[in-house]
């Protein structure tokens, strides 16, 4: 298999972190992640995706980046894909990341897990289908969202590259 | 230009001023710890808005070695000196006196090698910082990790992004040899403690 990690294409896309992107097909999201979580929905009925960079669990208050926070992130979402005539139950959603950098020398408790829980937690609350996922560990990852297949490459330091 | 403003740049002059003055004194420090081989130089110290921390500080797409220090206390931050893995090997070489090793993985005595770097370019640093704003800052022992850049910093801005929707960031940049190299020393303080650092450098301005 090609990893599409390998090298940057016209096409490719990256969301920072606290960042949304809706984007039809052709054309893959990527994001580079350690505690942080990425939620991808995807359409096949529209041929088109959204990844948001999720950075924390929850928001204290109104936030002007809805994608920064997991509780906020997936209404948000919804709404991009409502937009165009998209439900819910028409949508496949997947996690990536979470991972816990520092081991048990992290300052901040498990972050990377409270963002994965609070992320799945968000998705089953608005009725969107989880169908994948890949999280936890102590390694990073770099992700390629792929728009034309609703398929997530996935590259990280302590394994190889996989795909879900 | 308003208040605030004026302020805001105030602040990040001063700012600017304490970060020089602890990288010359950690410059000091690698001076004498790698035998005048390297020497620091404050590059920036900016404000930078969280979607764009990445592709500003452009880690690239490839891991990178680093030595990550945590500030304990309630005011604490990160330390992270981070290295291309081509430099990270001719550093350890260079301290340890040995041919470079191509790895796949890292010796016991090259992350030895590494984390004593680490431990006394961060004290040099913390220890400059503390002096100037009467603060007692106690550094970690320091960590090892291989990892994307970008994936290690989110952790360690942590202690900005709950409060904060930018983030700031002071970077040194290393001269080895008299040559640019692929090194960095990111320094993130928590929001507590970066209004402690800004408090007492306004007392003194």
């Known amino acids: 298999m090609v990893s599409c990690l390998t090298e940057q294409r016209r096409d490719e896309i990256n969301v920072g972190m606290g960042q949304a992107v809706f984007h039809r097909e052709p054309a893959q999201l ?27 669990p929850k928001a204290v208050e109104k936030t002007a980046y809805p994608a920064k926070f997991a509780d906020t992130a997936v209404p948000y979402m919804l709404s991009a894909f409502e937009r165009h005539g998209i439900r819910p139950g028409e949508i496949v959603a997947k996690i990536v990341g979470g991972a816990c950098m520092f081991g048990k020398n992290s300052k901040f408790l498990d972050i ?49 590259v996989r795909t879900i | 230009m308003t208040e605030l403003a004026c302020s805001e740049d105030l602040k990040l002059r001063l700012l600017r001023q304490l ?75 260079s301290l340890l006196d040995a041919p470079v090793h191509h790895g796949p993985g890292w010796s016991e005595l090259e992350q030895s090698a590494l984390n004593e770097t680490g431990n006394i370019l961060g004290c040099a640093y913390v220890n400059a910082i503390t002096r100037l704003i009467d603060y007692s800052l106690v ?67």
Not at chain 1, 128 to 147: K, Q, T, W
Not at chain 2, 38 to 59: A, Q, R
Not at chain 2, 66 to 91: I, K, Y
Request: negative net charge; contains cysteine; proline residues 2%.
């Open chain 2, 19 to 93: 970060f020089a003055s602890a990288t010359h004194d950690a410059s000091a420090a690698m001076c004498r710890w790698t035998n005048s081989l390297v020497s620091l130089t404050l590059d920036e110290v900016c404000e930078i808005p969280l979607e764009n921390v990445c592709g500003d500080l452009n880690f690239g797409d490839e891991p990178l070695t680093m030595v990550v220090l945590n500030l304990e206390g309630e005011a604490g931050g990160s330390l992270l000196l981070m290295f291309n893995e081509e430099s990270a090997r001719g550093l350890a070489a």
């Open chain 1, 30 to 56: 990527t994001a580079i992640l350690g505690s942080c979580v990425a939620i991808t929905m995807f359409s096949s009925k529209l041929r088109a995706g959204m990844l948001s960079h999720v950075v924390l």
């Open chain 1, 112 to 160: 990377g897990d409270c963002n994965a829980k609070a992320a799945a937690k968000s998705l089953e609350d608005a009725s969107v289908r989880l169908v994948a996922s890949d999280i936890g560990g102590a390694a990073g990852r770099r992700i390629c969202f792929d728009l034309t297949t609703g398929e997530i490459v996935i590259e990280s330091s302590a394994h190889r």
């Open chain 2, 139 to 205: 550094p970690s022992t320091p960590n090892f990790v291989v990892d994307y850049g970008a994936s290690v910093l989110q952790e360690a801005m942590l202690g900005q992004v709950a409060l904060n929707d930018s983030v700031l960031i002071g970077r040194t940049r290393f001269q080895h040899r008299n040559e640019e190299v692929s090194w960095w020393l990111l320094f993130v303080p928590t929001v507590a403690l970066r209004e402690v650092i800004e408090r007492a450098l306004l007392l003194k301005a």
